[in-house]
């Protein structure tokens, strides 16, 4: 789909998801600020999340907007940046993952509860102890853990603006401010950073375990991507879905502008590069989720072409995406080929 989906706001970062026979999407709200960019990324000044539903995309059918289901002032340990959320349902009830800024500045994230997938959400008191960074993805996987018959598990993970190289003991008691701003691991034979996941206990609200690193593999080497492939390394946005038994694990290379993916045998990795989903967008770079709507795949994503390609004023988009016989995602219908 070339024309955004939403087009009366601004919207980017959507995470998608099929709950009582409809799409919801729940993306950052983008809005106007002075704040000059930079690669902290304080232009992304957001301050409060909608829900979106739609009961088809192809063909196109009407978005609802359900208004504003949460605001940072609605967060008691939040100071400022609602960034890219996800969802979640379990046992009846909806969830809201997000990311902000505590009191002193640092990323942590955060969860909402609600009885109905529109909202409007509730903020727990405090953030998920133990968490870090931004850009929250669960799965709700199928395959039981201990007497958890469908665990949750969260990924996370941004760099520079998303702090997550401040966490090079990889713990979040470890936070090193001296390595805020645009600072990875770099050099020869250094791996890069992976993004980070814990299960979630079954009140889906809290961690069941410490988080830990996800290693994302050369297929040439069988060993974790170099912090200097930025067409491969992971740099935020992680989102994991399930077909036929593999993970797939995807996410954004930031400054080289790709979607790219790998799969797994479970949810913790490692995962495997296989390619690219997305070629660079309008914009700095984009931010994604992938759903199984009546038998079709969609991707979900932003751009900048709305806004005449201003980097922070993004707009949701989506597009059908196709599996070949061999598991990989292609952008045509291997069928039609045939």
């Not at 409809?22 to 930079?38: A, C, G, L, M, V």
């Not at 002193?104 to 903020?123: L, S």
């Not at 797939?248 to 296989?274: E, I, K």
Request: glycine share 8%; hydrophobic share 35%; aromatic share 12%.
């Amino acid at each position: 789909m070339t024309t955004p989906l939403i087009s009366h706001i601004y919207t980017a970062d959507p995470s998608a998801h099929v709950f009582e026979g409809k799409i919801y999407i729940y993306p950052s709200h983008d809005r106007e600020t002075d704040i000059e960019t930079n690669d902290n990324g304080d232009q992304f000044d957001m301050a409060d999340y909608h829900v979106f539903s739609t009961t088809s995309v192809d063909p196109p059918a009407p978005v609802t907007d359900h208004g504003v289901v949460l605001r940072v002032e609605d967060v008691p340990w939040a100071s400022k940046q609602l960034w890219a959320p996800d969802a979640a349902t379990r046992d009846g009830k909806y969830y809201l993952y997000f990311p902000a800024r505590d009191k002193n500045n640092i990323f942590r994230i955060g969860v909402a509860h609600a009885d109905r997938p529109e909202g409007p959400f509730t903020a727990d008191p405090d953030y998920i102890q133990g968490s870090y960074s931004i850009d929250p993805a669960v799965l709700v996987d199928d395959v039981a853990v201990g007497d958890d018959a469908t665990p949750g598990y969260l990924y996370v993970g941004g760099l520079w603006g998303g702090q997550l190289q401040c966490y090079q003991k990889g713990n979040a008691e470890a936070y090193d401010e001296s390595w805020l701003g645009p600072k990875e691991p770099t050099g020869e034979g250094v791996y890069a950073m992976g993004p980070r996941i814990a299960r979630l206990n079954p009140d889906m609200r809290s961690l069941a375990e410490e988080v830990r690193e996800a290693q994302i593999l050369a297929p040439e080497t069988g060993k974790p991507i170099l912090a200097d492939d930025h067409d491969r390394r992971f740099f935020e946005a992680p989102w994991v879905h399930k077909r036929n038994g593999l993970y797939y694990f995807s996410y954004s290379t930031g400054d080289s502008h790709y979607l790219c993916y790998a799969t797994g045998t479970s949810p913790y990795g490692p995962f495997t590069y296989r390619g690219r989903m997305l070629e660079p967008v309008v914009g700095w770079t984009t931010h994604h989720s992938v759903v199984e709507f009546k038998g079709r795949w969609y991707l979900f994503h932003h751009d900048s072409s709305l806004s005449g390609g201003v980097t922070h004023l993004r707009s949701v988009k989506v597009k059908e995406i196709f599996y070949d016989d061999d598991g990989n995602i292609v952008s045509e219908d291997p069928a039609k080929k045939a």
